[in-house]
């Protein structure tokens, strides 16, 4: 099971996740981590300030390829969390690859997350930025939110969210997605002709 995770800074993504038991199975993978190791590994990673500029500029040149690369990286595991996805673009490439993976969002109160908030950046800023990417034009979805699974409130208690956590498994197992499941290696296939090295089998709007 793949779900990634998406939400405005400060709303609980990563506390939830740090806190989430092992006996439930699932590996989780911080995207920021994901990109340094990516970003390390490029001959060329001296011609960037840091990943993060790498990245976007990965992102603005083939957003199918860094993500298949990505992906590739992390798929690895029968159950693993993404931290996290913010662009509709983004989404839509792991659903080609992926079909049955799942978004979830964490909502909480802008007061709340200006008490969480321990650097100086400004909350407003970063929020803009965010809902920008939220709304990638060349999505065939033409907002990020529009395409949620599931919802956890922020402000919840920990124990709380992991019963909802339990309730969404539940859910996302149900029929209502059997006729989704893709073999490993089908997916695997998927990755490769996302990043140009196999022919295409199918259609970028068939996920929709």
């Known amino acids: 099971m793949f ?28 995207k920021k981590d994901v990109v340094e190791k990516l970003f390390l590994n490029d001959v060329n990673k001296n011609d960037f300030e840091n990943s993060h500029s790498w990245y976007n500029y990965k992102f ?36 080609m690859m992926i079909p049955n993976a799942e978004l979830v969002e964490f909502v909480t109160p802008k007061k709340v997350r200006e008490e969480r908030r321990i650097s100086k950046y400004k909350l407003d800023a970063k929020d803009s930025s965010r809902i920008k990417y939220w709304h990638n034009p060349n999505g065939v979805s033409k907002c990020l939110i529009s395409d949620v699974d599931w919802v ?35 997916i695997y ?5 996302m990043k140009g090295l196999r022919k295409w089998k199918w259609k970028r709007q068939d996920v929709y």
Do not use: Q
């Open 3 to 30: 779900i990634a995770l998406t939400g405005l800074h400060c709303s609980g993504k990563s506390y939830f996740l740090e806190n989430l038991p092992p006996s439930y199975g699932f590996t989780a993978f911080k």
């Open 152 to 186: 956890f409130n922020g402000v919840l208690p920990n124990e709380l969210n992991l019963l909802r956590f339990e309730e969404f498994i539940s859910f996302s197992n149900s029929s209502k997605y059997k006729d989704l499941d893709i073999e490993k290696d089908d």
């Open 60 to 95: 603005e040149l083939n957003p199918y390829e860094i993500t298949a690369d990505i992906v590739n990286e992390i798929y690895k595991e029968d159950n693993l969390i993404l931290d996290a996805v913010h662009s509709n673009l983004e989404w839509e490439i792991i659903k």
């Open 189 to 193: 296939d998927r990755i490769l002709m």
